[in-house]
């Protein structure tokens, strides 16, 4: 393995793993008072809020579990980077830029970064 390969594995698992540690244990808190009042203020009904929930929750063991093949992880990375851009979207359309506008933002340049550096590691 050289300099570079490992270079890019370390990369890859340090976002990714930033990334599973924001996704995943959201599943767990989706049912709360803040989450749920979270997407009544963003207008989103509660139907697409339990299917975003558990749609991430998925996306997110697709992206740290090495056993799924890659188009099904490309797949996950589409769809997680649809869901930060429409996260920054209603955010900013609902709210303007203030309060945590920019979480989506950092969340989509670290898919980014470990969706580049999955891509060199193969």
């Known amino acids: 393995m050289t300099v570079n390969t490992?270079?890019?594995?370390?990369?890859?698992?340090?976002?990714?793993?930033?990334?599973?540690?924001?996704?995943?244990?959201g599943i767990?808190?989706?049912?709360?008072?803040?989450?749920?009042?979270?997407?009544?203020?963003?207008?989103?009904?509660?139907?697409?809020?339990?299917e975003?929930?558990?749609?991430?929750?998925?996306?997110?063991?697709?992206?740290?579990f090495p056993f799924f093949p890659k188009r099904i992880k490309e797949w996950a990375y589409v769809a997680l980077g649809i869901d930060f851009i429409s996260a920054f979207i209603a955010i900013v359309a609902v709210d303007g830029i203030s309060g945590m506008w920019y979480a989506p933002i950092i969340c989509l340049i670290l898919l980014i970064i470990s969706y580049v550096t999955f891509l060199k590691r193969k």
């Open 6 to 25: 490992k270079k890019n594995a370390i990369i890859y698992w340090v976002s990714t793993a930033i990334i599973a540690a924001f996704i995943l244990p």
């Open 28 to 50: 767990f808190f989706a049912g709360s008072k803040m989450a749920l009042e979270g997407t009544a203020h963003l207008g989103l009904p509660m139907w697409f809020h339990w």
């Open 52 to 64: 975003l929930s558990i749609g991430k929750f998925i996306g997110g063991l697709i992206l740290i």
